[in-house]
């Protein structure tokens, strides 16, 4: 028969292991929004931002020891980001280094993306070169073939980069990684390489590394993308 005093003491137990798991997890999400991996050299800290944002106060993000920011642009054939104008001059404002990028669609022919794109961001050269976003997640429902979506991806990839005489950065998502593998294409891995790892420096070859989606930022309400990039790869020499 277990004594009340022993039930006592059971009860003690646990409550004190919950918490302890509290304030752990507690602990856990102040600090982890906050985390930054040290730097090496040549390399700076940065973010990547949309509409989702919100306003940002882009002197307080500089502020942070924000060196550079990819922003959203456009999307698809006919879609742009409603705050990218404003981010893209308020960026430029306080010396944060700035790109753009396009959420690329699979609904849409490659040359009406690049088009969009170009009509949105005109090539600049004090600019970081741009990026496409390749993800299945907010995209549309079309699942073409590969051979398709390489076609027209090739085809947005080659009018961008003809006009901007830059590389265009590529992040690759691990579900479109799954259904439209680019690892053995020749094209897409010479290009400065957009990489996500929440554990740790990747151990692959990469000029932009992602290492939160739930980060924090002084000037961006709410959670954002926290990145880490290799600047004199991106940057025009002069």
């Given at each position: ?110 040359a009406e993306q690049a088009a ?123």
């Amino acid at each position: 028969m277990i004594t009340r005093a022993r039930r006592r003491r059971w009860w003690t137990a646990v409550t004190a292991v919950v918490v302890a798991l509290v304030a752990l997890g507690t602990a856990a999400a102040l600090w982890v929004p906050h985390h930054r991996p040290a730097l090496r050299a040549g390399e700076a800290y940065g973010i990547d931002v949309s509409n989702h944002q919100g306003t940002i106060d882009w002197a307080a993000v500089a502020s942070d020891d924000v060196a550079f920011a990819y922003i959203k642009s456009s999307e698809g054939g006919d879609f742009t980001d409603d705050r990218f104008t404003e981010n893209w001059a308020a960026a430029e404002r306080v010396g944060v280094q700035r790109g753009a990028y396009h959420f690329f669609t699979l609904c849409r022919p490659g040359a009406e993306q690049a088009a969009h794109f170009l009509r949105t961001v005109p090539p600049e050269a004090s600019a970081l070169p741009p990026a496409v976003d390749l993800e299945l997640a907010g995209n549309c429902a079309a699942r073409p073939t590969r051979e398709a979506v390489d076609a027209e991806l090739d085809t947005f990839l080659t009018a961008v980069e003809a006009a901007w005489g830059r590389r265009v950065v590529p992040y690759v998502g691990e579900d479109w990684e799954g259904a439209y593998p680019v690892v053995d294409r020749r094209d897409l891995p010479e290009r400065p390489q957009w990489l996500v790892s929440f554990v740790g420096r990747p151990n692959q070859r990469w000029t932009v590394w992602q290492y939160a989606w739930w980060g924090a930022v002084d000037g961006v309400e709410g959670r954002v993308d926290l990145d880490v990039a290799r600047l004199g790869e991106l940057t025009p020499s002069r």
